[in-house]
Nanobody, 125 residues
Framework: QVQLVESGGGLVQAGDSLRLSCAAS????????MGWFRQVPGKERAFVAG????????RYADSVRGRFIISRDNAKNTVWLQINSLKPEDTAVYYC??????????????????WGQGTQVTVSS
């Protein structure tokens, strides 16, 4: 079992940057691949970025590649999502998720075992 708590969301303007954090507790954090997803009302939860258990491999959705950066520090039990050049279409609830060690390439929410409660990001134009 692992518990995940996201933070760092808020109301920002287009062009701003945010850094979302996901703090983990419970089972050994370094044994999990981690992902970030986002969801808007009426739509399915969508993959944003994933990182392997070592941090050596990452994957991004096409829509965010070049603007979002996922990183992790296993000593701090934390994974981050740096979001740059925010756009109104980035408005969503952002969730972090934990899965098998190499799950970073998995884009389906069902491949991840544990989820945080989400943090709202709202981007005004």
């Amino acid at each position: 079992q692992v518990q995940l708590v996201e933070s760092g969301g808020g109301l920002v303007q287009a062009g701003d940057s945010l850094r979302l954090s996901c703090a983990a507790s419970g089972r050994t954090f370094s044994s999990f691949g981690m992902g970030w997803f986002r969801q808007v009302p009426g739509k399915e939860r969508a993959f944003v970025a994933g990182i392997s258990w070592t941090g050596g491999n990452t994957r991004y959705a096409d829509s965010v590649r070049g603007r979002f950066i996922i990183s992790r520090d296993n000593a701090k039990n934390t994974v981050w999502l740096q979001i740059n050049s925010l756009k109104p279409e980035d408005t969503a609830v952002y969730y972090c998720a934990a899965g098998p060690p190499d799950s970073y390439y998995q884009t389906a929410p069902g491949k991840y075992n544990y989820w945080g409660q989400g943090t709202q990001v709202t981007v005004s134009s």
